[in-house]
């Protein structure tokens, strides 16, 4: 079964760090161009990060440019999201998702998500 | 502010037709294709359409897009009660190189 995981969200105080983790199985990692995408908590889709297969393009939202880094190991089959200098804005459930070109590079395949709560 | 514009709301009767607007610029709809998503209540996103009016499997022939100039569409005809859901339109903007969506659509089947 396809299918992708995330872990690594919780509660942490402004400035802060967290690393979130995404497993991927059923399918070949490495031929995916992966993503982040975040939704506050009553708030709609945004769009986080992307990378792609071979880690050679990478891309950033301007609200998380230079604060958050995203990564992949394709042995291990996971996607991870280093978060630097946390803000409440921050706050939102995190979801990965896997980019198809058989779809367009639609997000065809999506996580349950990981809640990061930002507060003091 | 989302760079895509989508109506806030949407609201049908069973087996009425809908649609929703994604309405963007130049760099965005106009260069690309549009993808559409369905979030139902407590759940994550679902890919609906990609590529303006490709279906993924499973996905019902009821739901179908389309695209013009800078502007995306969504239709739902015959309105079911499991429809009931946020819709969110979403493409790559060459300006930003970023992902964009739509601020989303709550639909309600009343």
Redesign the interface.
């Known amino acids: 079964e396809v299918q992708l995981v995330e872990s690594g969200g919780g509660l942490v105080k402004p400035g802060g760090s967290l690393r979130l983790s995404c497993a991927a199985s059923g399918f070949t990692f490495s031929s995916y161009r992966m993503n982040w995408v975040r939704q506050a908590p009553g708030k709609g889709l945004e769009w986080v990060s992307s990378i792609s297969g071979s880690s050679g393009y990478i891309y950033y939202a301007d609200s998380v440019k230079g604060r958050f880094t995203i990564s992949r190991d394709n042995a291990k089959s996971s996607l991870y999201l280093q978060m630097n200098s946390l803000r409440a804005e921050d706050t939102a459930v995190y979801y990965c998702a896997r980019a198809a070109v058989t779809t367009g590079d639609g997000f065809d395949i999506w996580g349950q998500g990981t809640m990061v709560t930002v507060s003091s | 502010q ?1 760079v895509l514009t989508q109506p806030p709301s949407a609201s049908g009767t069973p087996g009425q037709r809908v649609t929703i607007s994604c309405s963007g610029s130049g760099s965005n709809i106009g260069s690309n ?1 549009v ?1 559409w ?1 369905q ?1 139902l209540p407590g759940t ?4 609906l359409i ?2 303006n009016n ?1 279906r ?1 499997s499973g996905v019902p022939d009821r739901f179908s897009g389309s695209k013009s100039g800078t502007s995306a569409s969504l239709a739902i005809s015959g309105l079911q009660s499991e429809d009931e859901a ?1 819709y ?1 339109c ?1 493409t ?1 903007d060459d300006s ?9 659509t709550k639909l309600t089947v009343l």
């Open positions: 989302s294709t993808n998503y979030q994550g996103p679902k890919l990609y590529s490709q993924p946020d969110y979403a790559w930003l190189d970023a992902w964009v969506f739509g601020g989303g």
